[in-house]
């Protein structure tokens, strides 16, 4: 795919330098047009490889060969500079405000795309609060999960019995983090609706996350 509005704060990927992840973002600006500007201002040194707009104009900055500066610091599968093994995708929205349905059709067209040409499984696409939980939001409570993962675009966990809540989410990719904060991310994802203490749902969910998607299984691979 050709560059729509291409980007100057893009480098090397780093290491192995495939893409091994895909990681889901939302601008928190009022608008798309300030949220290009931002991605494409070499002052600010932030980028994404896309960025698309509430009307599902998908906006191309960085190839998808180079490292975009979108994830920041971060781990995911126990591995640290997430720009070098992933793709970053911006969702122009708030936070505070759905996501509307040409901008989710448009980002699910492109996810098959990446997930094909890469040959990634759907476990691969993550959020920017999973790998930086201690941190980040995005893409937050109002985005549907569940629906990525009816298409084969994501994952969605079952109940299975639970176990060891922080250890199941480690094994699934989640960073070295307290309980609380691996918790509040899970959530955000999984259970945006929840509140209260760690309960027998939470764990129970992270079970069948470890049980078929943990890293060993193949969660970063088709």
Known sequence: MSL????????????????????LHYTAMPSCTEALGRLRDPAVEVSAHYLIDRDGTLLSLVDEAARAWHAGAGTWAGEGDVNSRSIGIELANTGFEPFAEGQVAALERLLAEILRRHDLSPAAVIAHSDMAPDRKADPGPRFDWRRLALQGLSVWPELAKPGDFVADLRAFGYPDAPESTLLSAFRLRFRPWATGPLDDTDRALAADLARRFAIDGGALGA
Do not use: D
């Open 4 to 23: 729509t509005h291409p980007s100057p704060n893009f480098g090397e990927r780093r290491g192995r330098g495939r893409v091994e992840l895909v990681v």
